[in-house]
C-alpha cells in the first residue's frame, strides 16, 4: 500500500512539472497578444482608480509596493485584462533527526485574474487553483518546527499542510468616490480577509521559496478562508478595510468548499507611502480555527513592513518584515512571532533568498503535551528558523523560465526540546527545479508600445 501512495503522487508530481513545461510554449504565446489594438489596457483611467495600478495588488485585497513586478503573462481579449501568474517546484525535501524525513513531491498553483472596466470603475474576477493535495503526499511537505491543520483527525506537526485546490475564487470592485477617495468591494467563496500580511507565495521576498515559514499560522494563513466578505475606502496612499469571514481552518478534503458562519471579523490600514514602500497593521477575532481544538476561538494581530527596489534593469530587491502574535481563549499571554525575509533577483540568471524566523509554541503546538517538560513563558517555547537559498535559471521559454535551485535551513530549539528533535539545531535542505514567467519590470508594462 506504501509503494502505491509513494508511485502515485510521484507520478502526479512528475505530470505537474512536466505540464508546465509544456504549457510554457503557450505561456510565450500568450505573452505576444499583449496591446491587441482596441483592447481595454491597464492604462484606462477606470482601470486604474485614483491611480491605483493593479502592480499593487498582493493576495486577496492586500497591497504591495508599487516597484515591484510579479511574474505574469498579460494579454487582452475583447474588454478584458487577463493576467495569468503561477509557480510549479518539482522538489526532494530532506529534513534531519527523528521528527524529519524525506519527500518528493511538488508545489504549485496558477492563477488567473480577469478584469474590466464597469460603471466608472475596476472589476475583476480571480481564480487561483493548485493541485499540491495530489502532489504531496502524508499530509504535507517536511518542515521541521511548522504546525497547524490536520492529517487523518492529527494535529499536522513538523510539516506544512498542502494548500486546497479553489485557494481563491473572488470578484472584487473598486471605484472612485470623489478625486481623492474610492471605495472597494471583495467577495470571495474562498478568499483572504483583511488581516495579515501578504500571503507567502504572492510576497515579492518570498515568491520563489519553496518553503513556508514557521511562523504562518501567526500570520498569514487565513490566506485561504471559505467564506469572504471585505469591503473598504482608500485613498491614492491609504487603505482602511473590515472583513466578515469563516475563520475555520480548511478541512483534509482539499478538493471541496468548506463553508460555515461568517462568524470571524477583522480590520486592516494600510500605508504606501511612495513606489518602495508599503506598511500595514490588522487585527482579527477568529472564531474556532483549528477542528482539533474546537470550541476555543483567538485573537490575531499583526503588523508587516515592505520595502522593494529596482536593480539595475533586469533585477528587483525587496525585503519584509513581520510581526504577527496570536492570543488563544484558553491560554494566558501572546504567543508571538517574527519574520525577516529578502529575496534579490540579481539579473535574468541569478536569484538569492534568506528568511530568519522567531516563533512562540507551545507543548500542545509541538505535540510534547505530558510531559516533564517546562517552558519560559506561560508554557510556550521559543524556537528559531534561518534559511538561504539560490536560484540559476538554466532555460527560458519565450515568458516562462526555468530555474535550478536550492535552500538550506538551520532551526534552533531550547536545550528541553533537544532530545526530541535529537540536536539544539537540526538542519533541512530542499532541491529543486521551479518554472514560473520571467518578470517584466512595472515601468516596461506601463510603457509597451501599441502595435500599429
Known amino acids: 500500500m506504501f509503494r502505491l501512495k509513494w508511485l502515485y503522487h510521484s507520478v502526479a508530481t512528475l505530470a505537474v512539472v512536466v505540464g ?15 496591446g491587441m489594438p482596441g483592447m481595454a489596457m491597464p492604462s484606462d483611467p477606470a482601470m486604474n482608480p485614483l491611480g491605483v495600478s493593479m502592480d499593487r495588488m498582493g493576495s486577496g485585497t492586500t497591497w504591495i509596493p508599487d516597484a515591484m513586478a510579479i511574474p505574469s503573462v498579460q494579454f487582452s481579449a475583447a474588454d478584458w485584462h487577463l493576467v495569468l501568474h503561477g509557480f510549479a517546484f518539482g522538489q526532494y525535501d530532506m529534513q534531519s533527526g527523528p521528527r524529519g524525513g524525506n519527500q518528493l513531491g511538488s508545489l504549485n498553483w496558477a492563477m488567473l485574474m480577469a478584469t474590466r ?25 517536511p518542515l521541521l518546527l511548522q504546525t497547524g491543520e490536520t492529517w487523518k483527525g492529527k494535529p499536522l506537526i513538523d510539516r506544512q499542510h498542502p494548500h486546497d485546490f479553489w485557494m481563491e475564487l473572488g470578484l472584487q470592485y473598486e471605484r472612485e468616490i470623489t478625486q481623492n477617495a ?18 507567502f507565495m504572492h510576497r515579492p521576498s518570498a515568491m520563489d521559496n519553496p518553503e513556508a ?52 471579523y477583522s480590520g486592516r490600514v494600510t500605508f504606501n507611502p511612495d513606489s518602495s514602500w508599503s506598511m500595514s497593521a490588522g487585527y ?19 503588523i508587516a513592513l515592505q520595502h522593494s527596489r529596482r536593480l539595475r534593469m533586469a533585477g528587483q530587491w525587496a525585503t519584509t518584515l513581520i510581526w504577527g502574535a496570536n492570543a488563544h481563549a484558553d491560554e494566558e499571554g ?53 534559511s538561504l537559498g539560490y536560484i540559476r ?60
Open 20 to 34: 508546465a513545461l509544456v504549457f510554457a510554449p503557450f505561456m510565450a504565446a500568450a505573452q505576444n497578444m499583449k
Open 117 to 141: 472596466a464597469v460603471a466608472g470603475g475596476r472589476f475583476q474576477a480571480r481564480a487561483m487553483l493548485s493541485l499540491d493535495a495530489a502532489t504531496l503526499r502524508d499530509g504535507g511537505y
Open 182 to 199: 474610492g471605495f472597494s468591494v471583495y467577495i470571495a467563496p474562498s478568499g483572504e480577509p483583511a488581516l495579515g500580511p501578504v500571503a
Open 213 to 264: 515559514g514557521i511562523g504562518h499560522h501567526w500570520q498569514d494563513a487565513t490566506h485561504v478562508s471559505f467564506g469572504v466578505v471585505t469591503a473598504g475606502i482608500f485613498s491614492k496612499r491609504w487603505k482602511l478595510e473590515g472583513s466578515v469571514f469563516n475563520g475555520q481552518e480548511p478541512d483534509e478534503n482539499r478538493w471541496n468548499f468548506d463553508f460555515h458562519p461568517l462568524q470571524s
Open 284 to 302: 482579527g477575532f477568529i472564531r474556532e480555527p483549528e477542528a482539533s481544538d474546537a470550541g476555543h476561538s483567538m485573537h490575531r494581530t499583526s
Open 334 to 386: 501572546l504567543s508571538q512571532s517574527i519574520l525577516a525575509e529578502s529575496e534579490a533577483i540579481l539579473d535574468e540568471r541569478n536569484t538569492v533568498f534568506g528568511r530568519a524566523e522567531y516563533v512562540q509554541k507551545s507543548a500542545e503546538d509541538l505535540g510534547i503535551a505530558g510531559t516533564a517538560l517546562t517552558a519560559a513563558d506561560h508554557g510556550r517555547f521559543g524556537v528559531s528558523r534561518l
Open 393 to 452: 535559471e538554466i532555460g527560458t521559454f519565450g515568458a516562462a523560465t526555468i530555474g535550478l535551485g536550492a535552500v538550506g535551513s538551520v532551526n534552533f530549539v531550547p536545550s528541553a526540546l533537544e532530545r526530541t528533535y535529537g540536536s539544539s539545531t537540526p538542519t533541512g535542505a530542499t532541491l529543486f527545479v521551479r518554472l514560473r514567467a520571467r518578470v517584466v519590470a512595472p515601468h516596461d508594462m506601463h510603457n509597451m508600445q501599441m502595435p500599429k
